[in-house]
Nanobody
Framework: QVQLAESGGGLVQAGGSLRLSCAAS????????MGWFRQAPGKGREFAAA????????YYGDSVKGRFTISRDNAKNTVYLQMNSLKPEDTAVYYC???????????????????????WGQGTQVTVSS
């Protein structure tokens, strides 16, 4: 089991940047693929980015591709989401999630589906002002 805690959210102007962090407890962090999801007020959960156990494979949602970068440091039990060129529509609560299901490696459909992740953090608010 793994416990997740996000940090780094806040208020930023459009065009600015933020870096979110997600710290994981336990010594098996390297055994989990990680994802970032977000949920805006009144909307459903949206996939943002995901990264494999080693960091060698990444996925991005269409709305963040080219602006956000996911990375991980297994020595620090932490996954990051670097968010650049932020837009007001990026305003949401951002959640990190973890999975050790092997089928994550079967393709995009599994890596980007929230139902494929078993562990979730409490979320961190990101607000982008125009």
């Amino acid at each position: 089991q793994v416990q997740l805690a996000e940090s780094g959210g806040g208020l930023v102007q459009a065009g600015g940047s933020l870096r979110l962090s997600c710290a994981a407890s336990g010594r098996t962090f390297a055994g989990y693929a990680m994802g970032w999801f977000r949920q805006a007020p009144g909307k459903g959960r949206e996939f943002a980015a995901a990264i494999s156990r080693s960091g060698g494979r990444t996925y991005y949602g269409d709305s963040v591709k080219g602006r956000f970068t996911i990375s991980r440091d297994n020595a620090k039990n932490t996954v990051y989401l670097q968010m650049n060129s932020l837009k007001p529509e990026d305003t949401a609560v951002y959640y990190c999630a973890a999975t050790n299901r092997e089928r994550w490696y079967s393709g995009t459909a599994y890596a980007t589906a929230g139902d494929e992740y078993d562990y979730w953090g409490q979320g961190t608010q990101v607000t982008v002002s125009s």
